[in-house]
């Protein structure tokens, strides 16, 4: 028997989730039970994740999410109406939650699809996302993260890896994925895995369901769409910038005074503000006041070179900023075809 023959029947035996490749379709669990064309969904960023890109990611058959962040609730309804009548779901920084659960109430009544908890205890919302009828994902950078959210009902599992840009924690994607997956299996969980960091193309999107994922869910590629709540000026950086100029730090916490739970720091642009201080976090400590105000106004003008610019190590493999819609068809057209090509482990039918 062929290594090809061997390693098909083993992965036919093993492997979570069957994969079902049509006119380049990818039918996993995740757009069975949630009814989705693709096995994609948008990740909630802050400020850039608003109700015109959560509703063109529905609409070319994913799952569009609106970015709740640290909330603010006039900017939250208006990207509801934004979306229209686009299923479409929100995310929420879980620890900022906490200081405005008014917040979720709010995110409720418009009836989303489903609701994202990143970076925090869900606990204490669980119940009230499921009495609403919305789907409970739970974004998880580590093991215990995992069974946090297992042990509250969590119908997704977000496996983040530190490739992502915005906030995370250590584990790298390759591994996370697959271990968040033979985890599930051993508690025999019918919750779904989506795998996220780093994910910018087909060749993501394939690994990703080949580590045990159901799906995936997209940062940087759709920070760098069209429809994304993005400067020019920062679009523009991303498409100069490869994937060895970003970095983990915490200094754009530090200038924005808020306070971020141990073990989380962002990964953003390399650029003159992360040069001047970054490894210099108790100086800028000091000066949080009068840099404060330096780097919001910074923020404001959309000066990429004294602000955050927040994407991940996937802006190696961005060269445009073309429409979410064709982002997602792109990418799902090179899985499959990868899938069906290289990817005997799913397609082969010689045992």
Known sequence: MSYMAVTTRYFTATHRHRLKLKMNKLKTRLTEQLGLVHPVISAPMAFAAGGQLAAAVSSAGGLGMIGGGYGDPEWL???????????????????????????????????????????????????????????????????????????????????QG???????????????????????????????????????????????????????????RLWASREALVAKSHHQSILGTDGDGTIRTTVADIARQLDWPAGYSARIRRNAFTERWHGKEDELSRQALTEGRRYRQAALEADSENAAVWFGEAAGLIRDIPSAEMIIATMVSQAASLLRTRGGVFVSEDI
Do not use: Y
């Open 77 to 159: 309804g208006a990207q509801f109406r934004a979306a229209g009548n686009q299923p479409v779901g929100c995310g929420f920084i879980t620890w900022s939650l906490q200081k405005a659960p008014h917040l979720l109430d709010q995110a409720l009544a418009e009836g989303p699809a489903a609701v994202m908890l990143s970076f925090g205890d869900p606990g204490p919302f669980a119940e009230k996302i499921h009495a609403a009828g919305s789907l409970l994902i739970c974004q998880c950078q580590n093991l215990e993260h995992v069974k946090a959210a297992l042990d509250v009902g969590a119908e997704v599992i977000v496996a």
């Open 162 to 220: 530190a490739e992502a840009g915005g906030h995370g924690q250590a584990r790298a994607t390759m591994t996370l994925v697959p271990e968040v997956s033979d985890l599930l299996d051993a508690r025999q969980s019918s919750a779904l895995l989506v795998a996220a960091g780093g994910i910018a193309d087909g060749r993501g999107l394939a690994a990703a369901l080949m580590l045990g994922a159901d799906g995936v869910l997209l940062g940087t």
